[in-house]
């Protein structure tokens, strides 16, 4: 069983950064792709970025594109995801999520239990 644990959410002014973290436990961390998704009471859990279980590959959703960035610590068995400009759309619970694969659909096998990040001046 892979449990996945968010940490590093905050209330942060508008264009301020962030980067939260993703600890990763059971299962074997080099077969995971990992990803972050974000939900908001307004909308449904929407994708924001995922990478590869190799590394060598990230995709992101436009809304996010060129200001956050997903990368994975093998060694620390942890994702992070790097959010700069920080826009007031953006906040949201962040949730990681981990399967084989990845996918922008909300159909990842393991989920974390979420950390809030609200941007507002």
């Known amino acids: 069983q892979v449990h996945l644990e968010e940490s590093g959410g905050d209330l942060v002014q508008p264009g301020a950064s962030l980067r939260l973290s993703c600890a990763v436990s059971?299962?074997?961390?080099?077969?995971?792709?990992l990803g972050w998704f974000r939900k908001t009471p307004e909308k449904e859990r929407e994708f924001v970025a995922g990478?590869?279980?190799?590394?060598?590959?990230?995709h992101y959703d436009d809304s996010v594109k060129g200001r956050f960035t997903i990368s994975r610590d093998d060694a620390k068995k942890t994702a992070f995801l790097q959010m700069n400009g920080l826009k007031p759309e953006d906040t949201a619970v962040y949730f990681c999520a981990a399967d084989s694969v990845i996918s922008v659909r909300v159909n990842w096998r393991y989920w974390g239990q979420g950390t809030q990040v609200t941007v507002s001046s």
């Open positions: 059971g299962g074997t961390f080099s077969n995971l792709a």
């Open positions: 990478v590869t279980p190799s590394g060598s590959f990230a």
